[in-house]
């Protein structure tokens, strides 16, 4: 499935400015004085990281897409490190640099989209994790901070075992929390939501509120359109598009600070909790273990009870 070797300069040179960005920004979460941006890590802290991190390390996946009229490209890229960073500051874990290769064919018409090739979203992401591998992270964490990328995420988790790995990915999927949930229920004014709308306009509110342009977030519409409502029982590709030909779903004027203070917060719970588990989880490469030993030797798999 993979054909490109080479990755696009355009790439790496915005990848440099966003993590440049990023480090300007001032906000250099740690567990003491080792850094969780790996970015930051020096060569001989990075051996320290991987030992107090129990050879984990978190890989926020963005995207540069249009977030209706009012947020910027990057929102998805931008909320989910600062996911990853609050989660890491209450779980010792190393956070990879700002990452926005993923699927996002369907904003392609929109202004700003970068929509890479399926096999180079593929690749990049495979040997992003085989090189941290190499470098001793066994337990890679995808956090996703785009829609578009879900099935794409779990698809990756599954081709991993399509040939013998050293280390194991895991993608954050938190189980419904009531509790939470009761709790954002209270603050939300708004029912129709789902990109640029209240949650995400709230997100962004909370922690880079110089982003928002909340006096613009009406200049689109976010309603969905429903131009596919006669087909039944059907998906394909175009539904979005035929929803919310804007790239915009929801209201983000209705977006406020505290819920979305509240959503980091209850979220990066979520998250540290999950590191937690990876952390001391041994089950996994264990199975992984002898599921590729099975796979070697197929016919020697045990037929009987
Ligand atoms: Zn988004």
Not at 139 to 146: A, Q, R, S, T, Y
């Amino acid at each position: 499935m993979r054909r490109s070797n080479a990755i696009p300069a355009a790439a790496l040179v915005a990848l440099a400015v966003i993590v440049c960005v990023a480090a300007a920004s001032g906000q250099t979460a740690g567990s003491g004085d080792l850094p969780v941006r790996y970015e930051e890590l020096t060569s001989p802290d990075f051996i320290k990281a991987v030992a107090r991190s129990a050879s984990t390390c978190i890989i926020p996946v963005g995207i540069l897409e249009k977030h209706g009229p009012h947020l910027p490209l990057g929102t998805d890229l931008i909320d989910v490190r600062e996911l990853a960073l609050r989660a890491a500051k209450k779980e010792y874990t190393i956070v990879f640099p700002p990452y926005f290769v993923g699927q996002i064919f369907e904003a392609k018409h929109q202004p700003g989209t970068i929509a890479y090739s399926t096999p180079l979203m593929q690749q990049i992401l495979q040997e992003t994790c085989n090189e941290l591998a190499r470098n001793g992270v066994k337990k890679i964490i995808l956090v996703n901070g785009h829609g578009g990328n879900t099935q794409f995420l779990q698809y990756f988790c599954q081709v991993q075992l399509a040939c013998r790995k050293d280390y194991a990915v895991f993608l954050y999927d938190p189980s419904d929390d009531d509790t939470a949930n009761e709790k954002l229920a209270k603050l939300r004014k708004t029912t129709l939501d789902g990109h640029a709308g209240e949650e995400e306009t709230s997100t962004m509110l909370a922690h880079r509120p110089d982003l928002v342009h909340l006096d613009r977030a009406e200049d689109q519409s976010g309603e969905d359109q429903k131009r596919l409502s006669r087909l039944k029982h059907a998906y394909t590709g175009i539904w979005w598009y035929a929803s919310q030909p804007n790239h915009y779903r929801g209201y983000g004027a209705a977006g406020n600070k505290e819920f979305g203070e509240l959503a980091l917060t209850l979220d990066s719970d979520l998250l540290a909790e999950m590191i937690r588990s990876v952390k001391a989880d041994t089950k996994t490469l264990e199975l992984q273990k002898m599921f590729f030993d099975g796979a070697d030797k197929p016919l020697e798999t045990k037929q009987s009870k």
